[in-house]
C-alpha cells in the first residue's frame, strides 16, 4: 500500500476505482473496517476497554481500594442478598468488585499488549534474520531457542523476577523476554519456506539487497501468521501475569490487575465465585476483542481477500 | 542471423561443475554428491537464442540459476562480458546483474503477492537507483505498454492476473534494466498451449527491438524450436549434443536428440504413421550415481560395450554441430555408421 500513485482521472472504471481508494487512508480504512462484523465487533471491544483503562477515575464509582468490612462478599446485585450499590458485589475485603475490574483493566491491558509487542518484535526480527540468513545465524539462533523452551518458562520468570522484582515495567519486559521464541520458530518456519519461492530468487538475480528483500518480500508474506501467533498470545499472557502473582511475584498489591484479582478470586470459588469469574470473564471478553480485530487485520492486509471490495 | 558466430561471445562457460553435497549426519564420513551440471562448456553470442533442453533433473534449470550466481558454482568459469562472474565480488556481482536477468518459470509464485504490478515491475529501477518519481513512473508504463498490460492495471496485485498475463509482468521487470542477456528458465512450460506462442511471440519481438540474447531452458521440444538459433541438449547434467536449430531438428546426431525428437507428437497422422517411432526406455538414471562410461547408454539402442566403459567427449562432427557418443548417427534417421 505504499505507492498510492493518483492517477490522471481516466474513463475505465480501474482507474475511477483506484483514484477514490487514495482518498483519505484513515476514512479508507474506517470503512474497510465496518464492512466486517468480526472486524467491527473487535474493534468495539478492544475500543471500549482502551477507554476504560484510560477514564477508569472518571467512570470507576468507588474507590477500588476503599474497604468496607460490613459488607464483605456481597454476591452481584441479581442475586439474593445484592444490591445495586455494588452491582457486581464486593470482596472478601468489601471493596467495590466493578471499580476493581474497571481499575484492573489498566494494568491488564498495558501487560498484555506492550509483553507481546515486546516479545512479537525480538521474535519476528531474529525469526526472519535466522530463516533468511540460515548457516550459523540459523542454528545460534535456534539452539538458543531450544535452550528457552527447555526452560519451563515460569521458572525462568520466577529467577528473572526473583532478581530485579517485580514491577510493571520489568514485568512487560520479563514477559517479552521469556515469550519471544514462538515467535522465532513460527517466522523462521514462514520464511525457510517463502526463500524457495521465484518471488524472493527474482529479487536475489535483480541484485536487490537483502535488508530490502527482508522488509519488502519477507516481511509482508509472514506478517498474517505473526498477527494470528500475537492475538492469541495476549491472552495467555494474561494468564501467565495471574499466576505470577499467585505466586507473589507478579503485579504487587495495591496495583491491581485482572490476573492478580482472578488468582486472589480463586481461593473463594466455593463461596463467592463472582471474585474470580468476573475478572475472568473480563480478560476473556478483552482477548476475544483483540483476536476478532487481528483476524480482520490479517484479512484486510492479505490483498488476495480485498476482492471483497466495492 | 548466424554470422554473428564469429563475433566475440557474450557469455562464455568453461568447465561449469555444480555438485550438491549430499552426505548427511555428523558421523557420516563418506561423502555424497549429487551432480547436477558436470562439466559444461559452451559459448552464448550475442543477439542469439541457446536453447538449453533436456528431460527433468538434467541440470538445465540448475545452469541458469548457476549463471545468475543463484547457486554458486562448485567449478568452472562464467565469463560474461570479459570478467568472470563466479569470481566477483558481491558488490561488484550486484552491478553486473543489470546486464543479465532472468524470466522464471512458475508466473504464480515469482511474483511478490503482496506487491502491487507497479512496484514488481519498478523494483530492478529502484533497487539499482536508475529511476525515480515521475520518471520510474513513466519507464514502468512504458514497460507494461512493451509486453502487453494496460497501464490501468499498475495498482492491481498478481492474483488478479492469468498466467500469461503474470508472465508478462515477469518479463517487464526482467527488461526493466535494458539487460544484454536474459535467462529464460522454462517460462512458457507452465502456461497453456494458446498462450505459450503469445509469449514465445512477444520474446521473439522484445528481442529484435532490444537487441536481447536469451538462454531459453525448456523441456519441450516444440517451444525451442520456435525460438532458438542453436540448441544445446543435456543428458544427466552434460551437454550431449551442441548445434545450429536447423541441423539439431533435421539431422539430430545424438541417440538421446533423436529419442527426444521422436516423442515430440505430430498432428498429421499421415506423417506420424510414416515415421518410425524411437521410445526411450527407462528412467532417467540418478545424478547422484551416474553409469560408467557414456551416460546414455543404459537407455541407448545403439550402446555397446564399449559405450558401457568409455566416456566418449564433446566433438564438433559436422561444422558447428558437437555430439558426445562414440557412434553418432550420421543420416539423421537411426542409421548406425561405425
Redesign the interface.
Known sequence: M????A?EP?T?M??QF?VS?GINPWIRWFKLLLRSKTGTTGFIIVLTVCITAIFAPQIAPYDPDAMNPANMNAPPVWLEGGTSAHILGTDSLGRDMLSRVIYGSQVSLLIGVFSVIVAGSIGLVLGILAGYYGRWIDNLLMRVVDAFLAVPNILLLLVILGIFGSNLITLILVLGVTNWVIYARLVRGEVLTLKE???I?????????DR?IMF??IL??VFSSFIVISTLSVATTLIIEASLSFLGLGIQPPTISWGYMLSTGRDYLATSWWLATFPGLAITITVLGIIFLGDWLRDV????S?GRRP | MKNSIENQPLLEIKGLKKYFDLSSGLFNKEKKFLKAVDGISLEVYPGETLGIVGESGCGKSTTG?VI?R?LEATEGQIIFDGKDLSKLSKKE???K??D???I???PF????????V??II???LR??KVAAGKEL?NRVYELMEVVGISK??????P?EFSGGQRQRI?IA?ALA?KPKLIVCDEPVSALDVSIQSQILNLLSKLQKEFQLTYIFIAHGLPAIKHISDRVAVMYLGKIVELATKDQLFDSPMHPYTEGLLSSVPVPDPQIRDSKERIILEGDLPSPANPPLGCRFHTRCAYADDKCKTEEPQLVEERDGHFVMCHYPLLQGKGVLVN
Request: charged content about 30%.
Open positions: 505504499s505507492t498510492n500513485s492517477m481516466g475505465s480501474e482507474e483506484e481508494k519461492r521465484d518471488f530468487r527474482a529479487a536475489r538475480s535483480i541484485g536487490t539487497n530490502t519488502k518480500h509482508p508474506n492486509l492479505d490483498p488476495r480485498q | 540459476n545468475l543463484l556481482m550486484r552491478e546483474r543489470k543479465i536477468q532472468m522464471f518459470q512458475d509464485s515469482s511474483l511478490n503477492p503482496r506487491m502491487k507497479f512496484d519498478a523494483e530492478p533497487s539499482h513512473k490501468s492495471f499498475a495498482n492491481r496485485y492474483h515477469g521487470r534494466l
